[in-house]
């Protein structure tokens, strides 16, 4: 699948404007204040996605995935240790493609210290706002509590607005804040420090949920 574009400046697209549905960066994104949104009558239907565990050919696709939302392979944890995404147990949510299928977004957890620590939550632009991310976090429990885990922790940085609102919503609350963590992260990996909505990234943020 080629990765959307940003409408701004043509970078990969992260985001989805859920107005006009034009695909946006991070750094070009915004949050706003708005209310429920009626049902529009001839409103585009989203696709019928397949959830379905990840298995070694999809690697390519989570690499693009990846490098789209994190722009590395690699995600650091707030505990001094780094897991290679693609070494993770994961689901993902595919579309019927031309093809055969598209990945449209994944979920990639591990098992730290006894509690399940999401790793990746991505998904597309085009597939964004369609309910899969409620649908991948839910199964991903499903199978933490089959494995007798009662918690799941997860990261994300200040910036990320979208992914804290999401959690909040799913029944997270913080556990722990790491102010300037992430940003000395990236000083050490010469990266930029613009994040979501241009805001500069700088603290890591955990999350738990009891299940």
Known sequence: MDPDTCIVCGATATHRDVHTSATLCAQ????????PRPARRGASALPQLAIRDLTPDDQPAV?????????????MRPFAQTAGLLAQPGI???????????????????????RGLIVDLSIWPRYQESGVATQLLALCEERLRSQRISQIIATTTNDNLPALAFYFAHGFAIERLLPYHAARQQADADEDNLGFAGVEVRDIIQLVKRL
Not at 29 to 35: D, F, K, L, Q, Y
Not at 63 to 75: D, E, K, M, P, V
């Open 28 to 35: 070009h994104a915004r949050i706003e204040v708005v209310g």
């Open 63 to 75: 690499r693009s995935i990846s490098l789209a939302f994190r722009g590395q392979t690699a995600h």
């Open 92 to 114: 993902g949510a595919f579309a019927a493609s031309a093809g055969g299928e598209e990945l449209a977004g994944l979920l990639l957890w591990t098992v730290y210290e006894g």
